[in-house]
T-cell receptor
Framework: AAGVIQSPRHLIKEKRETATLKCYPI?????VYWYQQGPGQDPQFLIS???????DKGSIPDRFSAQQFSDYHSELNMSSLELGDSALYFC????????????FGPGTRLTVL | GQQLNQSPQSMFIQEGEDVSMNCTSS?????WLWYKQEPGEGPVLLIA???AGELTSNGRLTAQFGITRKDSFLNISASIPSDVGIYFC????????????WGAGTKLIIKP
């Protein structure tokens, strides 16, 4: 079965640079979620979108923004990167009628030097 | 910060042993989810529970939704090497249909 696709899988950036992470949800899933997971930590919810509208917001820094497009894919834009932004970033998707059950992508490992 | 208390933090077991882990919350949950995560990969949904008292199996995995709705248990029977990983409980953030909150995870290590 098709899964959530994330790109890139690995990204290395310098401090103060910008980064864009992409997420392609499972077909017919119209809700996407972004999570950040630091080393040895549980995933922390950042933000979610349904039908291109922000549906919920968690601990997303003001330096980050995200959007969902008409084909339901989503992008997380990160600016003024800091060393502490180094983490795994996961995207998850769910069908609207099952928002409690989220299927995760393989993640993007961001390293800020 | 997280609102789910998951224990144990780690388990060292022999292959073939049964495993039990649990998660508790100070709030009532309507859904309990159990995920497994392997290094460098995204969490994979194992079992979803929607009703108090519900007992659901997925192969050698069995999870239960506590009758108080404030806890859940995951059992793995006859563990095998591929069971190694971190197991997370998760549930919807109170008042949200979108945000999941997570336990700290149980790291399962199988002794050779």
């Amino acid at each position: 079965a098709a899964g959530v696709i994330q790109s890139p899988r690995h990204l290395i950036k310098e401090k103060r640079e910008t980064a864009t992470l992409k997420c392609y949800p499972i077909p017919r899933h119209d809700t996407v979620y972004w999570y950040q997971q630091g080393p040895g930590q549980d995933p922390q919810f950042l933000i979610s979108f349904y039908e291109k509208m922000q549906s919920d917001k968690g601990s997303i820094p003001d330096r980050f923004s995200a959007q969902q497009f008409s084909d339901y894919h989503s992008e997380l834009n990160m600016s003024s990167l800091e060393l502490g932004d180094s983490a795994l970033y996961f995207c998850a998707s769910s069908p609207r009628q099952s928002t409690d059950t989220q299927y995760f992508g393989p993640g993007t490992r961001l390293t800020v030097l | 910060g997280q609102q789910l208390n998951q224990s144990p933090q780690s388990m060292f077991i022999q292959e073939g042993e049964d495993v039990s882990m649990n998660c508790t919350s100070s709030s009532i949950f309507n859904t309990w989810l159990w995920y497994k995560q392997e290094p460098g990969e995204g969490p994979v949904l194992l079992i979803a529970l929607y009703k108090a008292g519900e007992l659901t199996s997925n192969g050698r995995l069995t999870a239960q939704f506590g009758i108080t709705r404030k806890d859940s248990f995951l059992n793995i029977s006859a563990s095998i090497p591929s069971d190694v990983g971190i197991y997370f409980c998760a549930g919807p953030f109170p008042g949200s249909n979108y945000q999941l909150i997570w336990g700290a995870g149980t790291k399962l290590i199988i002794k050779p």
